[in-house]
């Protein structure tokens, strides 16, 4: 048997071999924030030459890469990128992913946004058949917070503020926001729930990935990795 943190080694080695394969030398790569895109970008560190640059989705992620000699650029400097590689907290039947345990939700969904296909990398205890037992993050204006509380708590969830791990400080994103942790969401329709949320005032993005979902699972289990497309 396998260890979680093997699973994720190997995803992240899979990971390197799907991008190396397909995406042509000189090209900008997204790459995601936590566990398994450390991995990732560990793995990728012997081929940087492959590549032109990163566009990086948190400042955590930015060091990384940096520290390995990777030129970092701006996401305002590019239209598009071939390919986003990230991980995900779940991921249902459909590609639709919750994100967000790490605190870079919203710079992992811009930096999503502009790339051509997703690469979704965890190991199979993310896969699932309804997302939310997993709580959904949703970054807001800390002006905000009671009042967003309040309508996330008429969607059926139980609202945490999210501290600082070990403290009782706030925990502060790279946009300087706060994050609201929602416990408690049977998430069926992840399309509709990440546009009723994003319409209330003060939120600035919330942890579905549904309009903008994985392309390509390479997923970690007792077999291996297996490929799986959306």
């Not at 009782?168 to 416990?183: C, F, M, P």
């Amino acid at each position: 048997m396998y260890t979680q943190d093997q699973l994720k080694a190997m995803v992240a080695e899979a990971a390197k071999d799907e991008v190396l394969k397909n995406m042509a030398p000189g090209g900008i790569l997204g790459v995601g924030t936590g566990s398994t895109a450390n991995l990732f970008i560990d793995a990728i560190a012997p081929h940087q030459s492959h590549f032109a640059g990163v566009v990086s989705s948190s400042q955590a992620s930015t060091e990384r890469l940096q520290k390995h000699g990777f030129k970092v650029l701006d996401s305002n400097s590019v239209q598009s990128l071939p390919m986003y590689v990230d991980g995900a907290d779940e991921i249902d039947p459909h590609g639709h992913m919750l994100k967000g345990g790490g605190g870079a939700l919203t710079r992992e969904k811009i930096v999503a946004q502009l790339a051509q296909s997703f690469i979704c990398i965890c190991d199979g205890s993310k896969q699932v058949d309804v997302m939310g037992k997993f709580p959904l993050p949703v970054e807001i204006i800390p002006m905000a917070r009671a009042q967003v509380a309040r309508e996330l708590e008429k969607l059926g969830g139980v609202v945490t503020l999210r501290k600082v791990k070990g403290a009782d400080s706030v925990y502060v994103t790279d946009n300087q926001g706060w994050i609201l942790d929602v416990a408690g969401l049977s998430i069926k329709d992840p399309v509709g729930l990440e546009s009723q949320i994003n319409q209330i005032p003060g939120v600035v993005c919330n942890g579905l990935f549904a309009r903008r979902k994985a392309n390509v699972l390479l997923i970690g289990e007792a077999a291996g990795v297996r490929r799986q497309t959306y």
